[in-house]
């Protein structure tokens, strides 16, 4: 396979690394899971165990990997590949793509992950045949943040803060948001807001709270409605600012499943029969939720790897 | 003058038409203010009426006009230059592009007239040697919706949706809009849902509720406090979900000039004092007035109107 140019994409989450080796015809030809390091040693440490992990399953040197991308959660320069923080990781501040640029020898690129999981999310979709020009992956974790995609790329905005939705507020009586406003998206519908007005414990405090609203808890069937509601919410202000043709859900809540989306779409049809200009958008039709164990954040990550020309092909082309 | 291709943009506005011609250099030539005719003849009347006035008042002949931009309320196909709902000029249905160029033997383009100004406000700043690359101009009208602006071009979205923030719902027990929904950013800020909610009739309901709540009534000052909550609302949307450089404000409510900036800084100032994260926006210094009088939306129009290679250009060039 030597010779081939192979580009290393890797999703950096809070526990494991997912690592794919991208052919040049966009396939993946391995992928690689590891448990993620903590702090900034930990983090390079199995950054690049998992680029040697991954080569090794293609067989492919790593001598010959063309660029390596990492998504990865946090404030990320995707310039200088630096990481500002990534509290979940135990980063406050890293050269990431420095670090393992001077390691590995071969060029770097760092995203945040929710953006590199927008484009990878995007490319699935047309690799699906969906040749859609716009979407927004809607990522449903600890925290809210979209990735937008307009015109096959990734939409960061004037200083990087597109998709932040989960910071519009929604409702001025609705509970408090950690980021010192009321009623914003993510203090309805984040999973670490929730857990904590929750307030029980346990591992997957959301998956406990659908249980006992099925049971009739009260108080767990209004955290079950804001979650929709916050849900919902999101899909209107991402296709009524951007008008993006798709709304792709992902992130740790969504492994509620259809479960989830139920509750979505009722939300969504609430507003169309309320509304004859919200039916118009037929936004029910537009959402979709990533498979379970879709490798959008770490091919979206190859994808921003490979986005620039590298040294050699400005030296053989320019 | 001849042999120079001039650009014809107008804006069709509910009460008067707007015309600029624009020379080679981008500069505005003649500027021709006429009144809008009612339904669809009296809208083509008045159309052909404004771009002979323009041409006249430039001293260029109609014969050598290269293009004519129209922008205009209500749903616009920009393809077909075909108008739907425009119902405050009296147009249901409308081929406007068609019947234009039929009349002037000339190319047309139609666009809805919030988008058309969104352009023209952006090439605006760019003659003011600011050259940002998004931005959003809101238009604080009888409704309320957006022109988006992305890396120089207007971003229509997947349908033309992109940019309709009025009907986003930001309270949920909010005024009912007409929309159907409830606290929609236009029912709290729109110039009709304003004047009926005061129902006390009147030339200037916006100018009079907020002359009222400077006199101590306190339903005045109730709507005065929602106007500003829609605007600041609109705004932090634009920049959470597109994270545009900078957010132009325009439209007839905008008469108000530094009084509604000052209620709407001090509402993105209190989100600013209790919420970091909104504060490292600096949203109140990204948001500006359009001056009163801007040529703006026919400017845009005129641009719209030039945006495609012209038949006589396509037989030179290919």
């Known amino acids: 396979m030597e010779g081939r140019p192979m580009r290393v994409g890797l ?28 702090g900034a040693e930990g983090v390079i440490d199995t ?10 399953d293609a067989g492919v040197n790593v001598a010959s990997i063309r660029s390596v991308g990492i998504g990865i959660p946090g404030q990320v320069d995707p310039d200088t590949g630096r990481v ?36 990878g999310a995007h490319a699935l979709h047309r690799a699906g045949g969906d040749r859609i020009d716009s979407m927004a992956y809607l990522n449903l974790g600890t925290g809210i943040a979209a990735g937008i995609v307009i015109g ?22 609705g509970p408090e948001c950690r980021c010192g406003q009321r009623g914003c998206i993510e203090a309805l519908a984040g999973g670490r807001a929730i857990a904590q007005r929750w307030d029980r414990g346990g591992d997957l405090p959301v998956l406990d709270v659908f249980d006992a609203a099925d049971d009739g808890d ?21 296709v009524l600012t951007a008008d993006v043709e798709v709304v792709v859900l992902g992130g740790g809540v969504t492994a509620l499943g259809e479960r989830l989306m139920a509750d979505v779409a009722a939300e969504l049809a609430a507003s ?14 537009r959402v979709e939720m990533l498979a379970s164990g879709s490798p959008a954040a770490a091919l979206g990550a190859a994808l921003i790897g490979a986005r620039d020309p590298q040294p ?6 320019g």
Chains 1, 2 share one sequence.
């Open 152 to 173: 096959g790329r990734l939409w960061r905005g004037a200083h990087g803060a597109a998709g932040e939705v989960g910071h519009i507020s929604v409702d001025p009586q």
């Open 272 to 285: 169309a029969q309320a509304s004859p200009f919200m039916r118009s958008l037929g936004l029910e039709g």
């Open 218 to 238: 009260p108080f767990a069937r209004e955290l079950r409605a804001d979650l929709a509601r916050g849900v919902a919410a999101a899909v209107r202000v991402l």
């Open 47 to 56: 950054v690049i165990a998992a680029v040697h992990a991954v080569a090794t």
């Open 312 to 317: 050699e092909e400005l030296l053989t082309h």
């Open 84 to 119: 500002l923080h990534a509290v979940n990781i135990g980063v406050d501040e890293l050269d990431l793509g420095a670090a393992i640029s001077a390691e590995l020898g071969v060029a770097v690129r760092v995203e945040n992950d929710v953006k590199a999981a927008g484009l």
């Open 11 to 38: 999703d950096v989450g809070g526990t494991k690394i997912d690592a794919v080796i991208v052919d040049p015809s966009g396939g993946i030809a391995a992928r690689v899971r590891l448990a993620t390091g903590w």
